[in-house]
């Protein structure tokens, strides 16, 4: 099977804009959780789709924001960037069997300058 | 906020040796997990413990909780140059079922 896959894998942004991120998870995996990871922060769960409900929510502001499509393909969005934002988003998912095990893409790499 | 805090921070080792790190967190788990980091790529998922275990091996891998110490420790026998990555580990909270990761571990290993 394939893996889960982001696109793009890299981004450069200016402060002000928005952006979106793709994440295409794992064949049968339904549930797709997005994570921050910062030099500072580390690691920080974002929220969690399941059959295009959002179902598990982080303590991020409301300019990031996610959905998911019948095809479990998930995209977030963050908008009025600002330099903090500047990080690598990760996307995982999960299989219906086996919910705790996370499957992670390879992230994509959002600069803002 | 981050759940689980590792130590030590950073660990650098010769080939062949074994390297220990642990975790602590602070609220009540259904579950806690190790994952491997390879420079700024994405997690792969090394192992997984449920609160009602207290020892797990996979491959080169043991991972020991602790429940009453609120805390894990992961061993990594007879390393190899491949296993230079960061390891976190990540619990999945009793309350809210939501994973949260700690600061992580970053293993040097030397040839």
């Known amino acids: 099977k394939a893996g889960v896959t982001q696109t793009p894998r890299y981004l450069i942004k200016t402060r002000g804009q928005q952006v979106t991120l793709s994440c295409s998870p794992i064949s049968g995996h339904r549930s797709v959780s997005w994570y921050q990871q910062t030099p500072g922060q580390g690691l920080q769960f974002l929220f969690e789709y399941f059959s295009e409900t959002q179902r598990n929510k982080g303590n991020f502001p409301g300019r990031f924001s996610g959905r998911q499509f019948s095809n479990s393909r998930s995209e977030m969005n963050v908008s009025t960037l600002e330099l903090g934002d500047s990080a690598l988003y990760l996307c995982?998912?999960?299989?219906?069997?086996?919910?705790?095990?996370?499957?992670f893409g390879p992230g994509t790499r959002l600069t803002v300058l | 906020s981050q759940q689980g805090e590792e130590d030590p921070q950073a660990l650098s080792i010769q080939e062949g040796e074994n390297a220990t790190m642990n975790c602590s967190y602070k609220?009540?788990?259904?579950?806690l997990q190790w994952y491997r980091q390879n420079s700024g790529r994405g997690l792969v998922h090394l192992i997984l413990i449920r609160s009602n275990e207290r020892e797990k091996h996979s491959g080169r891998l043991r991972v020991t909780l602790d429940t009453s110490k609120k805390s894990s420790s992961l061993l990594i026998t007879a390393s190899r140059a491949a296993d230079t990555a960061s390891y976190f580990c990540?619990?999945?909270?009793?309350?809210?079922?939501?994973?949260?990761f700690g600061a992580g571990t970053t293993v040097t290993v030397r040839a």
């Open positions: 609220t009540s788990i259904n579950n």
């Open positions: 995982a998912s999960s299989s219906p069997t086996s919910t705790d095990t996370q499957y």
């Open positions: 990540a619990t999945v909270s009793s309350n809210d079922y939501k994973l949260s």
